[in-house]
């Protein structure tokens, strides 16, 4: 143990902000599963903030009171309005959720029922102190503390060491609830890993525990916040994550660990955008630096009927934020092109057209990646389904780039004797060229990379499918997937459904007189089984639901039909 009281009093001040951090986390986690319990109970109260339309019956429309957004409730379900508010009016619903408890606090302040109550008061403060990440020190300000004087003379505010002891307290009681809350669960539980280094070079690891609850709602909570040692490495990480599952005993329920994969930053599509984004990059840093330029640029977007958008400035690391720079850039084309013609000390950032060609280019090329990113990112609603055909999008689409590439290389063959003719343009055809050879080898980088995870995909992705509505065994016919290998997954499917699903289970059988007892018994319940066989053949043989369609929901509105087919989904 060091005894320097300076790196002491250091490390306690560290620890106090990792367990404000941490603690902020988990408070987040325990709203989001309220908001969900406001969500759980019935469709109905979406109603409270959704208007059906006068001829509801018929066309099944209602209105957002907020946005006034039109929605049509097919099949009947409201999963589209119920994630519109999610998404777009979740402060909303929280307010509803805490309508019992903001009363409570109401009925506190009435002067008729009014009694101070150090309990919930301190419950009040704490949750104000973690959810706004305020400091533990901000009981001792004075002005703070006048000001809770002004509401009760004799409030008695507790002391930094006294909050922060009580969110520990806190904490471990909500901890005992979501390790019973865990330990119920229907089925099992996907983690993700995410790694992150503080300023002072520590080292974490997140762990966050993906799942569905009893009423279909997909769950996403963080478990633990661990500080790793050393750095992250593979071992350093597998330790932690263990640790992590071990204190809420889920070492029985792991389905799958997704990690992050920080070392790949320096990937294809970084080496593909910095060098042709660089310039702009220079160009937006001195716009953004710049108030007049700013305002030049707003008054050129205007002048010009564009959208008076601001420019983007990336994280040279993280290629999906260059790609929103670069088609921010092109959506300012005109207004850019305008100031930069205007202000001579922005004179060397006048592109040409084969510049913004290529900037266009790898707008289209990185646009679908952007796309498959956000869907993946989704946190409600179940992505396990869509990884496959989304991989096979992504090779298809990397595939076609390599493939014109090639036919742009026989090209050049044929334009060898015009180049006598284009010497004037040998800068600009240096360029081209030069961009070419890095698209041509970030494909294949990517290609690379694509299959490698592609083929660490096992059978629980492919099973999925078969579970979505959406997708079913269609999916396969529909790509042309080979028919035995489509009838393999098939098989699979059937097998885990009979060995884990199905109620009877097949019986070793030891000796003659057993085996014909066995036969006569499995006449008597030929017609169960033939009802698990009809389980699968009705789910395939219904119409697949379309794409809006919320999985989860649709096994929910079903689950009494399909009941050893929705405990496999």
Not at 96 to 108: A, F, H, R
Not at 171 to 185: G, Q, S
Not at 391 to 400: A, G
């Amino acid at each position: 143990m060091n005894s320097d009281n300076g790196e002491s009093q250091h490390t306690s001040d560290n620890e106090v902000d990792q367990s404000k951090a941490t603690t902020s986390r988990r408070l987040s986690d325990v709203m989001e599963l309220q908001l969900s319990e406001i969500t759980a109970s019935s469709g109905s109260y979406v109603w409270n903030h959704f208007t059906k339309d006068p001829d509801y019956k018929n066309n099944k429309k209602a209105n957002c009171n907020y946005c006034h957004k039109t929605y049509i409730c097919s099949a009947g379900t409201t999963s589209g309005i119920s994630k519109h508010l999610k998404k777009f009016h979740v402060t909303k619903l929280l307010t509803e959720g805490n309508q019992k408890v903001n009363k409570s606090i109401l009925d506190m302040f009435n002067e008729s029922k009014w009694s101070y109550d150090k309990d919930i008061m301190m419950k009040i403060l704490i949750r104000w102190i973690v959810i706004h990440q305020h400091s533990f020190t901000i009981v001792e300000e004075n002005y703070f503390i006048n000001f809770v004087h002004s509401l009760h003379p004799s409030a008695k505010i507790p002391s930094t060491d006294t909050i922060k002891n009580k969110i520990m307290t806190y904490y471990e009681e909500d901890k005992v609830k979501m390790k019973a809350l865990l330990k119920d669960l229907p089925g099992k539980v996907s983690f993700t890993m995410d790694c992150w280094t503080s300023p002072s070079t520590k080292s974490f690891l997140s762990i966050t525990a993906h799942f569905i609850n009893k009423e279909w709602n997909l769950q996403n909570i963080i478990i633990d916040f661990i500080q790793t040692q050393d750095s992250h490495t593979g071992s350093n990480i597998k330790d932690a994550f263990l640790l992590g599952i071990s204190n809420m005993s889920l070492e029985s329920k792991i389905m799958g660990i997704t990690t992050d994969n920080a070392s790949n930053n320096s990937t294809f599509m970084t080496s593909l955008s910095i060098w042709a984004a660089e310039n702009l990059r220079e160009l937006i840093v001195k716009i953004r630096a710049s108030f007049l330029r700013r305002e030049k640029l707003s008054n050129a977007c205007k002048n010009n009927d564009i959208n008076d958008l601001k420019p983007i400035l990336d994280v040279p690391t993280r290629w999906n934020s260059t790609f929103d720079m670069i088609k921010r850039a092109l959506q300012l084309k005109v207004a850019l092109e305008y100031i930069v013609f205007h202000d001579k000390d922005l004179k060397k950032y006048t592109f040409s057209e084969e510049k913004w060609a290529i900037f266009e280019q790898i707008k289209n090329f990185l646009e679908i990646f952007k796309e498959v990113t956000v869907i993946m990112l989704g946190s409600h609603y179940p992505t396990l389904s869509l990884t496959v055909p989304l991989y096979n999008i992504l090779i298809d689409h990397v595939e076609d780039v390599i493939s014109n590439d090639k036919e742009d290389d026989d090209d050049e063959d044929d334009e060898e004797e015009n180049e006598e003719n284009n010497e004037e343009n040998d800068g600009e055809n240096d360029d081209d060229e030069k961009w070419n050879q890095i698209v041509k080898k970030a494909a294949k980088k990517c290609k690379v990379k694509l299959l490698e995870y592609y083929n660490k995909t096992n059978d629980t992705y492919l099973i999925s499918i078969i579970l979505d509505p959406r997708l079913k065994l269609k999916y396969y016919k529909d790509h042309n997937w080979e028919e035995t290998l489509v009838n393999t997954i098939y098989q699979k499917f059937v097998n885990i459904y009979n060995k884990f699903y199905a109620s009877t289970k097949p019986e070793v059988l030891n000796n003659t007189s057993e085996i014909k007892e066995k036969s006569v018994m499995s006449r008597v319940f030929k017609r169960r089984n033939i009802e698990y066989i009809n389980e699968i053949q009705t789910y395939l043989s219904l119409s697949l639901m379309n794409e809006e369609t919320d999985p989860l929901e649709w096994w929910k509105v079903n689950e009494s039909q399909f009941p050893h087919l929705s405990q496999m989904a």
